[in-house]
């Protein structure tokens, strides 16, 4: 068990081009989590994988942004014409449920880092 | 709407010096209270899980508390190598699972 990794650590992009930053969980998790943290706040839910199976979507989700997990293993999330306010580090998380308490552990990668300039 | 206020929101100690960081929640129905230790540039680290008020946990110098409004995380004789922003969290039910509610963080600097 290595835990969670993604891919890029570090990405700078200029606004308007696409970008594709990929999480690979921990190899028995079937729960998959994408947050986003700006400087000085806590993460913020974005997205939710079962399995497949895109479950969830916050409001923060424009249709600028979109999320696979095509074989509910590793995920990808893209953001396309990339703004500005984008800028921040992207974190996936994954976990399995623990049924004794109806409620699981999330477990965090290191995040990517994205600077729009 | 369920909201994690942590406070404060940094903390300068020397190092050997005892305190405690404050988490302070609204939710409608705790299905777990959650803190995280994270280091800059990094993703967060899972700490502690809490259920219900009462419950304690202890981890080398880190003790967490939780009552039915608030948790707290005490730090007895910090280290410099204790100094993390440190992160406290909250579940909220979504399709199939919970996702973290956060709140901003506490900013812990220990001084040798």
């Known amino acids: 068990d290595t835990g969670v990794s993604q891919d890029p650590r570090h990405k700078i992009t200029k606004r308007g081009q696409n970008v594709t930053f990929r999480c690979d969980p921990i190899?028995?998790?079937?729960?998959l989590y994408w947050y986003r943290q700006t400087l000085g706040q806590g993460p913020e839910f974005l997205t939710y994988f079962q399995n497949e199976a895109q479950l969830e979507k916050s409001r923060l989700l424009s249709d600028r942004f979109s999320a696979e997990r095509p074989k509910g293993s590793f995920s990808t999330l893209e953001i396309q014409r990339t703004e500005q306010g984008d800028s921040a580090m992207y974190l996936c998380a994954s976990s399995s449920l623990a049924s004794a308490r109806l409620t699981d552990t999330q477990y965090f990668g290191p995040g990517t880092r994205l600077t729009v300039l | 709407e369920d909201q994690v206020t942590q406070s404060p929101e940094a903390l300068r100690l020397q190092e050997g010096e005892s305190s405690s960081l404050n988490c302070s929640y609204t939710v409608s129905g705790l299905r777990g209270l959650f803190w995280y230790r994270q280091d800059p540039g990094k993703g967060p680290e899972f700490l502690f899980t809490l259920y219900s008020a009462g419950e304690e946990k202890e981890k080398e110098r880190l003790k967490a508390t939780l009552t039915k409004k608030e948790s707290f995380l005490h730090i007895t004789a910090p280290k410099p190598e204790d100094s993390a922003t440190y992160l406290c969290a909250v579940q909220q039910p979504i399709q199939g699972a919970q996702k973290l509610v956060f709140g901003q963080g506490t900013r812990l600097t220990i001084n040798p």
């Open positions: 190899s028995e998790h079937n729960r």
